[in-house]
């Protein structure tokens, strides 16, 4: 699979971004979908995970209530709504692909896109 991301941007604090990420290559509705970010000097951490079918979410404790992750498997993407950003949320943000259920962790992921910069300014 291979992946893309797009969509990040420059924003002030409590604006909002949607992140996208498009697959081609192999069936996107086979993998799980997550969102990772990385600061820098900091570990890449996760974001929030969307099962095969979209029916099952999962989120970071730092993002709950404020991102919504949702696919559109006759798109091949996958999104990430970002709202109420704050400046702790800057960071490079991946999409990733992957068949483990629940996956918080990225070892559970075999594909990787390249990465979308998210800035928020105080």
């Known amino acids: 699979v291979q992946l893309q991301a797009f969509g990040g941007g420059l924003v002030q604090a409590g604006g909002s971004l949607r992140l996208s990420c498009a697959a081609s290559?192999?069936?996107?509705?086979?993998?799980?979908m997550g969102w990772f970010r990385q600061a820098p000097g900091k570990e890449r951490e996760f974001v929030s995970w969307i099962n095969w079918s979209g029916g099952s979410t999962y989120y970071a404790d730092s993002v709950k209530g404020r991102f919504t992750i949702s696919r559109d498997n006759a798109k091949n993407t996958v999104y990430l709504q970002m709202n109420s950003l704050k400046p702790g949320d800057t960071a490079v943000y991946y999409c990733?692909?992957?068949?483990?259920?629940?996956?918080?962790?990225?070892?559970?992921?075999?594909?990787w896109g390249q990465g979308t910069q998210v800035t928020v300014s105080s």
């Open positions: 290559g192999r069936t996107f509705s086979n993998y799980h």
């Open positions: 990733a692909a992957g068949r483990t259920a629940w996956g918080i962790t990225p070892r559970a992921y075999d594909y």
